[in-house]
């Protein structure tokens, strides 16, 4: 039997409780995909005294990053304290300190990645990341090693759990947003403050790190347009299921030439694909490579054991050597990494467009006229009977029109919008979504 | 830059084609990943006069495996030539001198893995396998990498592409599975004997591959139960289809403590679920781990370039250095590889049968009858009124009866069947078939 080896682990929360449970739970198995056993020799946290669930097997827990840092017997730290400081100041004592350090943290990479990522080499030590994307589907694996042959064409992902649960919870239920949220932060599927996940940032800050892997461009998170799940209503859900479709928030990528477009926002997605098909906490990508053509990875993105599943086999390929051997070759985030050029693709697709109207003659020639001068042709049009509804509360918000138009130009729909929400017929803003059809 | 590497390949048709095709035309993208530029130094064919629609950039070609073995520039080698003869030499010639070997062919693991795995070990060089299982889809990677932290608890795959090909023009275009097996071969999803692949050989040697990546134990695969595509009619796929199903060829493999349950056959699998949304040459792999859940891998199975995407993503991971860490890590059909205990597993599901009986009083309540017996109970059953047939012809092949059952063991269901086909009211055999309801 070959020697274990020992790691440290830097916060004890649901994550890194799920490591040590399963580096403990599971010794025997990973050992012997490691080659040797590893174990937990130390841990830090923020509040050593409070009582855990689970004993560090080492014994040793302390609150100063330098117990794990300085000692010379721990050659890899699991980082799995989240948002970005003390994160990031901690993964810079680690690597400076000569150790490889696995994370989950997807706000430090793609915040601060270029940096993190310059030290590390500069260091000759590593950094792995597979659990800060998409939990526990291998997609940073997929993409970084076992794709390696393909140019990637475009990645389309469901990539936050939390917007995905709070979806389908108003889909399959008849919730409000505010009770499907309410439910998700019952069942622990969002947090206290929810609006990182429910305003796109964290599927952004995800998309970011995917894009550098599959088209070598790094993109940084903010500049990528992003629209969040926080503005759906029920009967926006309503009406996309009349005409066969579900809402998800997509985060979408696709290269053309040496351009990218990318973008996350929710989308329609016609009932019967793979990421309509996509429910609950699950996470999904739907990927095209030149030689592999299309391929789909679908599995839980987060929660306590699928983002720990993540984390070990990244301890483990850092222990065996694999890790080193990536983080040299493929050179991620390196200063070679070509420039990202962002925008500049025209993206042509169908839209769905929700627009409350005044309840009055001509109002529909009004806004299909509109529609029409901005080369955009009707596919199919949904305007109900407000048979139920009290005149008063029509005068004031409307009826609503909803409107699917055939393959146009984005840029052209959202001209053609923002002419129709200038209107005196129009009450409030309308809401524009893209269709993905296949 | 550092100096190329260069390698040979063994076999210049479909599969080795694309691998040179994908080598040159992605040679900056591979060389990107493999940090030197790769180089199809020599290759080995049959007929090298044959006219080949790529050209071997080092311009040497020969028919002598000696040429390659030999040859101390050439350090990895993808032997591409199916079937066991004379790949299995071959192989053992290239490890025996010295070289790492990638390859496609699952027979050749699937028959000999033990011997050669044991060669390459002593010789100190690796087997990597990716595009052996399920084409383009990385699953190879994902068990024995990705989810190494994970106890697999069963796999369920479609692993066939032709089979699954024939039984989607089948079900789409009510075809006979003469027809769509002869479109299949006009397509080139099937060979010219194909019964490898519809009689389940192949989706079998398949799963013997993949349960040992996650299970440890080595099953031969001749010893795993099978049942091909070929015995199925369109009837069958259209009561399925009634019933809200549809028929797909599952690998299954279940494990249960130290126990094993494996088996190809078709089952149906229920409209809406992952396996059969799973269309045409595509595969797909549903797997359950301890810590991840379940995971869902969809991809192309098959074809000149998805293969030629995995195997070069094993080129470039032994060219890296990857392949041989895993090779020695994870002990591969190692002789401490734990024994099988195949079967023993008591499998409990619901079952389809179609039973042709006699159109005469009483025959229902006498199979039913015999159902009850077995302690089998019946979830519905499908009688359609034979007012289009010919008696004499309904005389002769009896009506056509289906019944769907409750969860109940396979062996009830077997024994049961084996009565009811005794029986004077039935004539012919019995189809039964598992249901996959998730």
């Known amino acids: 039997m070959n020697q274990p080896v020992r790691i ?24 012997r995909h490691a080659g040797r056993p590893i174990l937990v020799e130390k841990a830090v946290v923020f509040d050593p005294a409070k009582k855990r669930t689970v004993q560090v097997p080492g014994g040793k827990i302390s609150s100063d990053i330098h117990d794990i840092s300085r000692d010379e017997s721990i050659s890899v730290v699991a980082l799995l304290v989240g948002g970005l400081e003390p994160a ?26 270029p940096e993190l990522f310059a030290l ?19 997609i940073v694996a997929a993409i970084g090693e076992c794709l390696a042959a393909n140019r990637i064409e475009s990645i389309r992902g469901i990539l936050n759990g939390t ?27 969002a947090e206290a403050d929810p609006s990182m996940d429910v305003d796109g940032t964290d599927a952004t800050q995800k998309l970011a790190i995917l894009a550098h892997l599959a088209f070598g461009a790094w993109v940084p998170w903010a500049e990528i347009p992003r629209t969040g799940i926080d503005g759906l209503d029920i009967d926006l859900l309503h ?38 098909e996509t429910r609950g906490a699950y996470n999904a990508v739907s990927l095209v490579g030149d030689a592999v053509g299309r ?34 070759t493929t050179g991620l985030l390196s200063p070679d990494s070509p420039a990202a050029k962002l925008a500049g693709v025209a993206t042509h697709q169908r839209h769905f467009l929700r627009i409350h109207v005044s309840d009055r003659p001509g109002v529909l020639a009004r806004i299909t006229g509109i529609l029409g001068d ?52 129009v009450r409030g803003r309308s809401v524009c979504l893209g269709v993905l059809d296949d």
């Open 88 to 113: 990031r100041s901690m993964m810079v004592e680690l690597l400076e300190q000569g150790k490889d350090v696995v994370t989950a943290n997807k706000a430090l990479l793609a915040e601060h990645g």
């Open 295 to 328: 391929m789909f990875f679908h599995g839980l993105g987060a929660g306590q054991m699928p983002t720990a599943s993540a984390v070990v086999a990244d301890i483990i390929d850092t222990v065996v050597g694999r890790t080193a051997i990536t983080f040299r």
């Open 8 to 31: 440290g682990i830097v916060g004890l929360g649901t994550v890194g409780s799920g490591v040590v449970r399963l580096l403990v739970d599971s010794a025997d198995h990973i050992t």
């Open 163 to 189: 917007s995905n649960f709070i979806l389908t919870r108003m889909e399959e239920d008849g919730s409000s947003y505010a009770e499907a949220l309410k439910l998700a932060q019952a069942k622990g599927f």
């Open 239 to 276: 009406y996309a299921a009349e005409l066969g479709y579900r809402i998800r928030l997509v985060a979408l990528a696709t290269r053309s030439d040496d351009r990218l477009a990318m973008r996350v926002a929710p989308a329609l997605v016609k009932i019967g694909t793979p990421l309509a």
């Open 120 to 138: 590390a080499r500069k260091q000759g030590r590593s950094i792995a990341f597979e659990a800060a994307v998409a939990g526990g589907i291998p």
């Open 374 to 425: 901005h080369g955009i042709s009707i596919a199919s049009v949904i305007q109900h009977d407000p048979v139920q509804q009290d005149p008063a509360d029509i005068q004031q918000t409307g009826v609503p029109l909803v409107i699917m138009t055939h393959t146009c130009a984005a840029t052209a729909v959202e001209a053609a919008v923002a002419e129709i929400d200038r209107s005196d017929a």
